[in-house]
């Protein structure tokens, strides 16, 4: 089997060949790596194999050049998981073309978000949960199974006089930032810059492959989630909310409404995205919408000591408090200067 590496952002139609193969998610198209490459200068590594026009081999990789992290593939920052596309038998092909590459081009690390069926049988460096949701049952069965709390909890935003729009306007974009900023700080973490979502609404948003979904409280915007899409799956990636507002429960309605959207437009699949071990109330609240839950592993693989590495459990650190107590604006700044070495 011969291995290219392709640049999906300058390869015609890449978006067409992705679909060519079942497996695909929204976070292996150009619109994501534009979003990833624009944003913070990550270069495009597509380990990539087609047979006959259609995609049969494919492992995204972003390779990462920073002076405090070092050089290093990562499959793909800021993505929740990208299972490489591998048929069945190849995978010890496959992993060992990345790791020649990876010596070769001085890699401190491969990360792969995803990759059972590259790097098994080793031991995953950690791993998450995955929540996903069959809209293909139609939006009356789909309501029909969410726990009743969640139920409960859209009939009292509706209510209340809470009111949801689902837009792909800057207007909105700026109406999720400032949420996302009051968020971030709650959760004891530096916002992503503007200039990242500024990108997510270029390249996603206003190509028609994601949309926002605000909830708005006599007029005031109290909640709004970040949904992107691509063939007929979908995917939740971020949310925000304002937590005065909490006791209405928008972002029930947020979600519900979502939901909704995409099963009138016919998609199939819907992910609630990545869940960090330890995050016990997320897990529930994303497996009351009637999900099946399944676990990413994710393998770190050191090229120094030769061998995958164990990763500590996402326990929030002693800089989570500080985060807390640091302005908005400030916390701007960090988010700025330290995510691109992040990814």
């Not at 107590?325 to 960090?334: E, Q, R, S």
Request: hydrophobic fraction near 35%; include cysteine; glycine fraction near 8%.
């Amino acid at each position: 089997m011969k291995l290219e590496i392709i640049n999906p952002i300058d390869y015609p139609d890449w978006d067409k060949l992705l679909l060519t193969n079942e497996h695909y998610s929204f976070f292996q198209t150009s619109y994501w790596a534009k979003v990833l490459h624009d944003a913070y200068g990550y270069k495009p590594l597509y380990f990539t194999a087609i047979d006959k026009g259609r995609l049969a081999v494919l492992v995204p990789i972003m390779e990462i050049k920073s002076l405090l992290t070092g050089k290093r593939g990562v499959s793909l920052p800021f993505t929740d998981f990208c299972e490489p596309m591998i048929p069945q038998g190849e995978g010890r092909e496959v992993w060992e073309a990345l790791q020649q590459y990876g010596r070769k081009a001085g890699w401190k690390y491969l990360e792969i978000r995803g990759g059972d069926g590259l790097c098994q049988p080793s031991q995953p460096s950690s791993w998450y949960y995955e929540h996903v949701l069959d809209l293909s049952i139609g939006a009356e069965k789909v309501f029909s199974q969410f726990r009743d709390s969640h139920k409960r909890n859209i009939k009292k935003a509706k209510k209340a006089g809470v009111e949801v729009d689902i837009s792909d306007t800057a207007e909105a974009m700026d109406e999720f930032y400032r949420l996302h900023c009051m968020t971030r700080k709650m959760h004891g973490l530096p916002p992503q810059p503007f200039s990242f979502f500024t990108n997510i609404y270029d390249h996603i948003i206003s190509k028609g492959h994601g949309l926002f979904v605000n909830a708005r409280y006599r007029g005031q915007v109290c909640a709004a989630s970040v949904y992107f899409h691509i063939g007929d799956k979908a995917i939740y990636k971020y949310g925000a909310s304002d937590f005065t507002f909490q006791d209405l429960r928008p972002n029930n309605l947020v979600m519900w409404k979502a939901l909704e959207w995409y099963c009138e437009k016919g998609f199939r699949e819907f992910s609630f995205g990545r869940t960090d071990e330890g995050h016990d109330g997320l897990r529930q609240f994303k497996a009351g919408w009637g999900t099946a839950q399944r676990i990413i592993h994710y393998y770190r693989y050191d090229f120094h000591q030769n061998s995958f590495l164990c990763l500590p459990s996402g326990v929030e650190g002693w800089q989570a408090g500080i985060f807390r107590k640091t302005p908005i604006p400030f916390l701007k700044i960090i988010g700025s200067v330290l995510y691109r070495h992040m990814g």
